[in-house]
């Protein structure tokens, strides 16, 4: 007889800390909780999922995605992030939620290792797990970010996979060129594969994206449409690596979501090839926001590195569960580090995605639970 009724890997997982936060608070309190911009998604992206319904494109797509989409993307990748990729060695998936299970799934086996980043982004380990994978923590540096001799500290007979996000959430830091070019050295020198995260790309303040892909054929790269373009519930991601790992990855999309959206497509090809400008004036309103809520928060007294990408503040507090609790119990919703690992235990997360009078009032009740 089996010993429970759920499935082991199942009952071994725990709710996000970041949804159990953000289902703690009450209505009206101020979410600096969530990662979504709090911009609408521009109307020439909405006008092309409308003219996809009027014009009938509701059934089901190829897998892999519409080609018009993989092309755009194709094109993107060169131009944007200087690697090339064919549109057969695209996926485009249910949000870079699918694109990451996807890649982990394609390549972790049971005892099989993964280095992510201590603390880092709340689904890596979720999903290692789930794959009965093992998860080797990373710690973050002074400038939170991890260095490659930390990474080369880890790497053992079983290491098969390492996690980079950059910009990262829930720390805000960008990762140097000259690290991302060490990164992707050591996946050559030891066969392991690089699963790159850039769905915050283009919001960097200070510095420059780089994707591993510049420098490795052994990079699984993942993005979406979902932050760059306030798209977040249009549920579009996607993923690009050489045909060896598309092959594997494809074997599961298939079964796990067969396609996505055929409408959602539609508006990201809209996005992908459309004008710029509104992701311009987001990275310029994140900036002043960021600026804002540095300098609040160390007004306070709270040591605060300043995050060169995304849209997370991630300050030093004595006890982040009892800071997130008094600040819930106070209608301001942040997200305590340790959601993201146990080395996040000295820190909350903040995020500057929502308004300038949210952040501003936010920055007053702080003060008040502070003090």
């Known amino acids: 007889m089996p010993g429970s009724k759920f499935a082991d890997r199942v009952l071994n997982m725990n709710i996000s800390g970041i949804r159990k936060m953000f289902e703690a608070a009450g209505s009206d309190a101020i979410n600096l909780g969530l990662g ?3 911009f609408d998604t521009p109307q020439h992206i ?3 999922a409308i003219d996809a319904i009027n014009g009938g494109f509701t059934a089901y797509t190829a897998g892999p995605g519409i080609v018009e989409l993989r092309e755009q993307l194709s094109r993107k990748f060169k131009e944007e992030n200087s690697f090339d990729v064919d549109p057969s060695e695209i996926i485009v998936t249910s949000g870079a939620s699918e694109a990451l299970e996807l890649a982990i799934a394609s390549l972790v086996n049971p005892g099989d290792e993964v280095m992510i980043a201590n603390p880092g982004f709340v689904s890596y380990n979720a999903l290692v797990n789930m794959m009965g994978g093992k998860v080797a923590g990373v710690p973050l540096n002074e400038e939170l970010t991890i260095s490659p001799e930390s990474v080369m500290e880890r790497i053992n007979p079983k290491t098969k996979a390492m996690i980079i996000n950059s910009p990262a959430n829930p720390t805000g830091a960008v990762q140097s060129k000259k690290d991302i070019r060490a990164f992707a050295e050591i996946a050559d020198d030891n066969d392991i594969t690089i699963i790159s995260d850039e769905v915050y790309e283009h919001f960097i303040y200070e510095g420059e994206h780089i994707s591993p892909a510049q420098f490795t054929d052994n990079v699984i790269t993942i ?19 050489k045909n060896e790992y598309i092959e594997q990855m494809l074997k599961v999309h298939q079964y796990v979501q067969a396609c996505a ?10 996005a992908i090839s459309g004008p710029q400008d509104s992701v311009s004036f987001m990275r310029e309103e994140f900036l002043k926001r960021r600026n804002v809520l540095i300098s ?7 040591k605060c590195v300043v995050p060169k990408g995304a849209f997370y503040a991630f300050p030093e507090v004595e006890d982040c569960n009892t800071m997130a609790s008094k600040l819930i119990a106070n209608g301001v919703v942040v997200v305590p580090g340790t959601a993201f690992g146990e080395n996040g235990d000295e820190h909350i997360r903040i995020s500057y995605a929502s308004s300038m009078p949210n952040i501003l009032k936010a920055l007053e009740i702080m003060e008040k639970v502070l003090t």
């Open 296 to 302: 609040g928060l160390r007004s306070m007294g709270l």
């Open 36 to 38: 979504q911009p709090d």
């Open 261 to 270: 959206n055929s409408i959602a497509q539609k508006a990201a090809c809209a």
């Open 46 to 48: 909405k006008q092309a």
């Open 223 to 241: 993005n979406a449409v979902s932050k760059t373009y306030a798209m977040t519930g249009w549920r579009i991601g996607y993923v690009a690596a």
